[in-house]
């Protein structure tokens, strides 16, 4: 697919208006591949009285439509922000992906009810060579879709793209189901049109399912990608000056619009207008390199106090002890005459069943043989990154 590439798109991917190029290409490609398969399929099934291919036809007539949502949906994308939308438009993107699932689970549901049809009152079906030959080509071409929405869809990381790749593989398997039907009936006369039909719409259906599952999941505001986090964490533990980092969010509205908060800890002995310049510096950095939009918010952490860093150590280790997972961030300590207040934030997996109960008794339990009372106040964090 490396040709089509070239003739369709430039190479920078990382481009809004390169996306674009992308996905107007594919939508043009699928919408006259589409149409031709609906005009060739549906000519075939009305002349053999197949209830299958007429189906597939329709199908192939939906898929001329999804091609077209793609294509409004990647010119969409491509407004800049504006006034109403600072964090611009590119979830549309996310929005077509659902609707073309959409279309599919109705193209599905309306596959199966024409073949129980076909299996109530059975029609005689015709067999031809146009037949044979229509199918066999339609094979061929859905299974270059599925190649090249796929490998367009990886080159941009486009998940519309990426729900039409499933659509195209699953025409290939409906098609090739259709096909093998009609060499059955050809050959033995035995009228199996409705029951393949009905498997073949029960995939369509279960694929339109987990295709939903996907387009919505990045619209309700999915965990960030593994790699990601620990490239933004590894660059920002780079720069000298910072002790450690926590409570990174990132949020993704779309290809170009990445926005990432996290806590750096300093130095309290640092002086503040350091600290800004440095925290200045890998916002820009992080634009400049990653285009991302950071903000970071500067914890003072301090590195002098010898039994503050002995308490903070004990701490970690019973939190381990408890889950392996957990961490803490934000120790401090605020000694008085008859006590002494423990004050941090655990991170919490959310698979974790651990309450805030556990915690507090098992760092009341460690703590106990210490000369002073020690009181712990803790917030909870759930692991968001």
Not at 109 to 136: M, N
Not at 157 to 186: E, F, P, Y
Not at 254 to 279: N, P
Not at 335 to 352: A, R
Request: proline share 3%.
């Amino acid at each position: 697919m490396k040709f089509l590439r070239k003739l369709f798109a430039k190479r920078n991917t990382d481009d809004p208006k390169v996306r674009t190029r992308y996905g107007l290409a594919a939508g043009v490609f699928g919408i006259i591949s589409n149409a031709m398969l609906f005009a060739f399929k549906l000519a075939v099934g009305f002349i053999g009285h197949s209830v299958t291919i007429i189906a597939d036809a329709v199908n192939n007539l939906s898929d001329a439509g999804s091609s077209a949502v793609t294509l409004v949906g990647f010119k969409l994308a491509a407004i800049p922000p504006d006034k109403k939308h600072p964090f611009g438009h590119a979830r549309y993107e996310h929005i077509t992906g659902l609707l073309v699932a959409m279309v599919i689970l109705f193209i599905g549901a309306v596959l199966l009810k024409s073949s129980i049809e076909k299996c109530i009152t059975p029609e005689q079906v015709t067999i031809t060579a146009y037949t044979y030959a229509v199918l066999s080509v339609a094979i061929a071409v859905k299974l270059f879709q599925t190649l090249l929405y796929l490998d367009f869809s990886k080159a941009i990381n486009s998940g519309a793209l990426k729900a039409a790749a499933a659509d195209s593989r699953n025409d290939v398997i409906a098609t090739t189901a259709v096909l093998i039907s009609s060499i059955v009936i050809d050959a033995t006369g035995l009228n199996i049109d409705g029951y393949v039909g009905i498997a073949v719409s029960l995939f369509i259906i279960v694929s339109s399912i987990l295709l939903l599952k996907d387009a919505i999941s990045p619209l309700l505001g999915e965990k960030p990608d593994y790699e990601l986090v620990q490239k933004i964490k590894t660059r920002i533990l780079s720069y000298d000056g910072v002790i450690g980092m926590h409570d990174l969010v990132v949020h993704n509205y779309g290809t170009g619009q990445l926005f990432a908060i996290a806590h750096v800890e300093v130095s309290a002995d640092e002086q503040l207008t350091e600290i800004h310049d440095l925290i200045d510096n890998i916002e820009h950095d992080f634009w400049n390199d990653m285009h991302v939009h950071m903000n970071l918010h500067p914890d003072p952490v301090d590195t002098k106090n010898g039994r503050l860093s002995e308490l903070k150590l004990k701490a970690e280790n019973t939190l381990c002890r408890l889950d392996s997972n957990l961490t803490l961030h934000d120790f401090r300590m605020v000694s008085g005459d008859t006590h002494c207040n423990l004050i941090f934030d655990v991170v919490v997996p959310y698979e974790s069943k651990l309450t805030h109960d556990d915690i507090q008794t098992a760092l009341e339990t460690d703590f106990g043989d210490e000369d002073t009372r020690y009181y712990f106040i803790i917030d909870i964090d759930r692991q968001m990154s």
